[in-house]
């Protein structure tokens, strides 16, 4: 099985509420998505008071505790499909996760099936709005359609109607440009023209595409289109390399 299972803060005495965090570590490190640090503020009052909740006079919350455990899906499906079923096992009240939406899809299925509470910090999927396929995942972040709507009208507000978007070919950033173009068809008024261009390089930073540059054609034929303003959606690591 894969994965280490980490009970990271649990105080005895008072009522404890279970969180699972089903994620990877290169989220933690990009989007500096710290669980842990979030769960022993929370707990110890260091931020926003709970409304409703008691806290004692060091101000330690004392109506219950938060406990979590971390697992990593390693971007892999049968991971967070498995996770999520040893934390529903294992009596969690919520799952924070699972990060991607391609792991989340099919997590948040058997969630459904298992009455497992899911909590998307960066799940974007528009697949994942429907309520009757995933009833028991709550969305903390927009969807891809909602990005694309607003990356647009700033596009069309700013009378930058040629543009080009580069890609890497993960889900997400795929979703997105694929998003982008169908407004450019679908709103013919804001009279946009995008050049869109994928490179095969995902978040693993050994990708053979970065290390080898082969983007580099790609972004070739951006600058040769002429376009001015470029939408770049790709991991820090691979869009540092297309700007130097």
Not at 11 to 17: D, M, N, S, T
Not at 75 to 102: P, Q
Not at 174 to 186: F, I, K, M, S, T
């Amino acid at each position: 099985m894969r994965g280490i299972l980490i009970t990271v803060y649990s105080v005895l005495g008072a009522p404890v509420l279970k969180l699972g965090y089903c994620g990877t570590k290169y989220l933690t490190w990009t989007y500096c998505v710290s669980p842990e640090l979030a769960v022993k503020a929370i707990n110890s009052g260091q931020v926003k008071r709970l409304e409703g909740a008691r806290y004692d006079e060091d101000g330690t919350l004392v109506d219950f505790q938060i406990e979590l455990a971390q697992r990593e899906h390693n971007a892999d499906k049968a991971d967070g499909v498995m996770i999520i079923s040893d934390f529903a096992r294992g009596g969690f009240n919520a799952v924070l996760g699972c990060g991607y939406s391609s792991v989340t899809v099919d997590a948040a299925t058997y969630g459904r099936a298992s009455k497992t509470l899911m909590l998307g910090f960066s799940s974007t999927s528009p697949k994942l709005s429907n309520k009757e396929l995933y009833s028991h995942f709550v969305r903390l972040c927009t969807p891809d359609s909602a990005q694309a709507a607003v990356m647009t009208d700033v596009l069309a507000a700013n009378d930058w109607h040629q543009f080009a978007f580069l890609s890497t070919g993960d889900a997400y950033a795929q979703g997105l440009a694929d998003h982008v173009a169908q407004l450019e068809n679908d709103r013919p008024e804001l009279r946009l023209k995008g050049t869109y261009e994928t490179i095969e390089a995902f978040a693993d930073t050994s990708s053979k595409d970065v290390r080898h540059g082969q983007w580099r054609p790609a972004v070739q034929r951006l600058v040769e289109s002429g376009a001015k303003i470029w939408l770049i959606c790709a991991a820090a690591e691979v869009t540092s390399q297309v700007y130097e």
